[in-house]
């Protein structure tokens, strides 16, 4: 008896889920093509220049910008919630001040969920609240980290301030300028949501189980550390710092230096972090607006040298390789600026990113599927222990 020959078909991997199309979301569209971005429909750009981060985490969150009296109410939570859970500050502080930061912020995510009194209930009530109770408690978390890793002590926050001149306040306890809290809040609307991004889609993975909004935002937390996802403004940093920022050198002498180090760089076949994005192959939306912001902090703190190392590599990995600068790239300085240390700079978007990551946790609730993707097997072919060799 012959047997008809079976065909094989390959499986279609897309390795990365790159290109793949797994869900709708109503919170953010991103087109590559046109280099935008819309919150809601609105773009992210008019956002950062005519709206608080208060408001943009209220649109995230409820698909509209809000009236006075909604805002009013969403700032009051805000600032109920802004003081350092005691039990929080004890965790970090039985941990190393070598911790990394990002470390930190997963852990106190953690707690934090453990300690919330609506740890078990996930209805859209329990979890708006739940978001907005994390959103405001993260910076206190951030700031107390940076202080303790310089032997500073705790700052209490200022019910006075909006959210990100609290934010400043309680890292560095002084009033800052004008200037540099607009330049903050645009960063934190700007870093606030993108769609199915690696920490995103994260988050949603881990709330498809019915795992709840902590589990996921703290899962969310770890995908966020790495290099190649928001551990990049970091990385720019370090690109930054091994060039040499030299304070006071005149602008074109630190781009001649800059180039030369990215001519090695890309000759070396190195990934230079802040540059490229798996979505925008055109330039990333959100660098303009990101660029103006570190622009008017250059020129506040009076640092043209960090425009001239800024500038040189950004030329000189657009003449190589034509790819251009994510978000990450323009934020990294901005912070430094601002008196960040570089392994806070990641927390931040946290603080930030938080709103993105519970909007999308609400809308995978509302409309859930188990994310449970197959794979293509290529491992030995079945065998048994019985008659394994050299026995
Ligand atoms: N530096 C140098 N070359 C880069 C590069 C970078 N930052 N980003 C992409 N490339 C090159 C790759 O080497 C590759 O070149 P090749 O085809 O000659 O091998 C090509 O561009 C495609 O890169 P690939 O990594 O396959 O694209 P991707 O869509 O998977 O990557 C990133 C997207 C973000 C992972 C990638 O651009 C990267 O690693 N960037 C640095 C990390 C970063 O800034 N992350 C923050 C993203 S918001």
Redesign the pocket.
Same mark, same amino acid.
Do not use: E, Q, S
């Given at each position: 008896m012959t047997t008809e020959p079976t065909t094989v078909h390959a499986p279609d991997i897309r390795k @990365?889920l790159?290109g793949v199309v797994v869900d709708y979301t109503a919170i953010s569209k991103v087109n590559a093509d046109t280099n935008s971005l819309l919150y809601r429909g609105y773009p992210v750009q008019e956002l950062a220049a005519e709206c608080s981060f208060e408001e943009v985490a209220y649109l995230l969150w409820n698909g509209e910008l809000p009236s006075k009296e909604e805002l009013a109410a969403l700032v009051a939570l805000e600032r109920a919630g802004r003081a350092l859970d005691p039990a929080v500050k004890a965790v970090i502080d039985a941990l190393p001040s070598t911790a990394h930061p990002m470390d930190i912020c997963r852990t106190a995510a953690s707690v934090l969920g453990a300690r919330h009194e609506l740890a078990e209930d996930s209805s859209p009530e329990a979890n708006m609240r739940k978001a907005i109770d994390l959103w405001a408690a993260m910076p206190a978390v951030v700031a107390y980290d940076q202080r303790r890793r310089r032997g500073q002590e705790i700052i209490e926050r200022r019910d006075d301030l909006d959210y990100s001149a609290n934010f400043l306040w309680m890292t560095f306890g002084e009033e800052p300028a004008d200037e540099v809290v607009e330049a903050f809040d645009v960063s934190m609307i700007l870093y606030a949501e993108?769609s199915f #991004?690696a920490s995103t889609f994260t988050a949603r993975v881990v709330t498809s189980t019915l795992s709840d909004l902590h589990s996921a935002v703290t899962a969310a937390i770890g995908a966020l550390k790495g %290099? *190649? =996802?928001? @551990?990049? #403004?970091e990385?720019?940093m370090h690109t930054f710092d091994e060039i040499g920022i030299r304070q006071e050198e005149p602008l074109e002498e630190a781009a001649t230096r800059s180039k030369a180090w990215m001519g090695n760089? *890309?000759a070396q076949?190195?990934?230079? +972090? @802040?540059?490229? =994005?798996?979505?925008y192959?055109h330039g990333?939306s959100r660098v303009p607006t990101m660029k103006a912001a570190l622009d008017k902090m250059i020129a506040h703190y009076g640092r043209p040298e960090i425009l001239g190392l800024y500038n040189g590599l950004e030329q000189a +990995?657009d003449e190589a390789?034509a790819?251009k %600068? #994510? *978000?990450?790239?323009p934020a990294g300085p901005t912070y430094h600026l601002m008196g960040f240390d570089t392994p806070t700079f990641t927390p931040i978007f946290v603080a930030s990113r938080i709103t993105g990551w519970t909007a999308h946790i609400i809308e995978q609730v509302a409309s859930n599927s188990l994310i449970r993707p197959l794979s293509e097997y290529k491992g030995k072919d079945q065998r048994s222990v019985s008659l394994r060799e050299g026995l």
């Open positions: @990365g790159a993108h #991004n %290099p *190649l =996802h928001g @551990g990049a #403004n990385a720019v760089a *890309l076949k190195k990934k230079v +972090m @802040g540059f490229g =994005h798996r979505v192959k990333d +990995m390789k790819i %600068p #994510n *978000l990450d790239y």
